[in-house]
């Protein structure tokens, strides 16, 4: 038969073995009937303060996690609601439906300690998971009206944290031991370090997962190209990174290799309509543009010999049009054309209105050299001189092409070579580095080359592929091309590698040694690796996490906030 201990006013304990089936009327009667303490109706509050509370199940601690927010709402109410205001709605409704901020607290507080109590009797200890559930499935839609998860990571830390600090508020405060708004407060930090911690770091993997390599990192790394780690990362990365040159010579020089590739790049560009490509040791600067130069006059050379020029229809038909053009230039501009003209065409035609290859290539030479110097010009008349001599230029060429249809294809290569070399002429002669250039130097090169009235070409992007070097090395690279050795020179000064008057730091020099590590030419390609180089499912996993990221940063807010036993519900007092 079961037993129960019933607890009289007086502070005395009585142990009752019932049979089954006996009511809780009935055993109170019987004690009251041996005893004659007090009346069933006070032993029965007794009782039922004593008995074991009802077990509670998964499903109703998951209700319990539903109504949080809302009581968490309804609380905040009533603690924001003036006095004045509470007491006229207890006066028209009662303390029952209108209760004042103490009363509510005090409520929230008991129904904890009823709820720790059936869920202690149920055997559930620990993260209570159900009511985290109710709680996440509640907040949901509050979730998805709060900032997301952000694309940086320092987006996501302050994404986090604002809608972390909000979740975090909306839970109850059940601690009488503390002032209701100081709780809530309190709540709201956690929530705000929890949600920006956990989504910076949700962030971080992202990326690391997938990163955002951009397709200008892409396209310069198929070119052989390999930027620094923090310039495929991105532009803030990459300033950060340059600042750095002042004590880690390694940054500074890896820099330095960056634009001696890009200028490679280049000239692999010239060379690459002739199927050729740049000697990987070969030097740079000035010597390299003249060896791909003279690459372009050699392929050029051996087929002259194979090369006759015939002036046709098509060509009186461009020149009738590049004379029109002449003709609206003032007289000093007109005159000169006409008169290279006849001194330079015109005498080296044959009667038949031909020439051989090499007294091609010698007018030529002497159209683009007049084409060039009227191009720098600032005079508006002589650059449209100039406009009309790259006109004959390309008109001559094309002409030569319909000369010799077998060749055709070899010298439009050629052609489209020295088309390519112009524009890193332009950007060799505007530096000092012994003709080394910048992305931004070959862009003003393509610029001042473009053959197009008002560099209409370059403005609306059809510069071709030099162009398109150009810009993404501007994105990517900078235009930063450090003074060899200056770096390095900061450092002794600064005694950070055992200068003068200062004592060598074998800790400095360590970090200093291993942050160098990723700026040598393999660090550089293997981080470039690791940044870039990914399996397929790689975005698939990444936009998983990303979705993940809101459910997971509610799941620890709403952990660390778990809601304790209260204290007054520790001290035995309340039969727990």
Do not use: C
Not at 118 to 134: K, P, Q
Not at 161 to 178: F, I, L, R, Y
Not at 324 to 339: I, N
Request: charged share 20%; no cysteine; hydrophobic share 40%.
């Amino acid at each position: 038969m079961p037993q129960y201990t019933i607890t009289s006013p007086n502070g005395k304990t009585y142990d009752v073995t019932a049979p089954d089936g006996a009511s809780q009327e009935d055993i109170l009667a019987f004690v009251q009937s041996q005893t004659g303490t007090s009346s069933p109706q006070e032993l029965a509050a007794q009782a039922k303060s004593d008995a074991p509370a009802d077990p509670i199940s998964a499903g109703g601690r998951f209700m319990k996690g539903l109504r949080d927010p809302l009581d968490a709402g309804a609380q905040m109410l009533v603690n924001a609601l003036p006095e004045g205001v509470t007491e006229g709605a207890q006066k028209l409704f009662g303390p029952e439906f209108a209760p004042n901020a103490s009363q509510m607290n005090e409520r929230q507080a008991q129904a904890e300690r009823e709820y720790q109590a059936r869920r202690e009797s149920a055997g559930s200890t620990g993260l209570d998971v159900a009511r985290m559930g109710g709680s996440m499935v509640s907040t949901a839609p509050l979730a998805a009206a709060l900032p997301g998860a952000g694309a940086t990571v320092l987006g996501g830390v302050a994404r986090g944290a604002v809608s972390g600090a909000v979740q975090g508020a909306m839970q109850p405060v059940t601690d009488e031991t503390k002032t209701f708004w100081s709780e809530k407060g309190n709540q709201a930090a956690v929530g705000a370090a929890t949600g920006g911690a956990s989504q910076g770091l949700l962030n971080l993997a992202r990326k690391w997962i997938s990163p955002n390599v951009s397709a200008d990192v892409k396209m310069l790394r198929t070119r052989g190209i390999t930027p620094l780690p923090g310039q495929m990362i991105g532009r803030s990365a990459g300033r950060v990174e340059s600042m750095t040159t002042s004590f880690n010579p390694a940054v500074a020089s890896a820099q330095r290799g960056a634009i001696e590739d890009f200028n490679r790049a280049a000239y692999n560009e010239v060379l690459a309509p002739v199927g050729m490509t740049y000697p990987k040791d070969g030097a740079i600067g000035r010597e390299g543009i003249k060896y791909v130069g003279d690459q372009l006059s050699k392929k050029y050379d051996d087929l002259l010999p194979n090369l006759t020029f015939g002036a046709d229809h098509q060509l009186l038909t461009d020149a009738t049009a590049i004379q029109q053009m002449v003709a609206s230039l003032p007289k000093k501009e007109a005159r000169y054309f006409a008169g290279f003209w006849k001194d330079k065409l015109g005498q080296a035609l044959a009667p038949n209105g031909q020439m051989d290859g090499r007294t091609f290539k010698e007018i030529q030479e002497a159209v683009g050299k007049e084409s060039a110097a009227a191009g720098k010009s600032t005079d508006i008349y002589q650059r449209k001189l100039g406009d009309a001599f790259d006109a004959l230029k390309s008109s001559l060429d094309d002409a030569l092409e319909r000369s010799n249809p077998q060749h055709a294809g070899e010298l439009q290569k050629i052609n489209q070579g020295w088309a390519n070399l112009v524009p890193l002429e332009h950007a060799a002669t505007a530096v000092s580095q012994n003709g080394v250039f910048t992305p931004a130097q070959l862009l003003q090169g393509v610029r001042t080359a473009s053959d197009t009235v008002r560099k209409r070409g370059f403005v609306r992007g059809t510069g071709g592929q030099m162009q398109e070097l150009g810009e993404a090395g501007q994105k990517v690279l900078g235009n930063a091309y450090p003074d060899s050795g200056t770096a390095g020179r900061a450092l002794l000064g600064a005694g950070v590698l055992g200068g003068a008057g200062m004592m060598f730091n074998p800790a400095t020099a360590v970090g200093l040694g291993a942050s160098m590590l990723g700026y040598t030419g393999t660090g550089k390609r293997a981080i470039a690796s690791a940044l870039a180089d990914r399996p397929n499912i790689a975005p698939q996993i990444s936009a998983a996490v990303r979705k993940a990221s809101v459910p997971a940063r509610t799941a620890m807010i709403l952990a660390l906030l778990g809601k304790p036993v209260p204290p007054a519900a520790q001290d035995g007092q309340d039969g727990y």
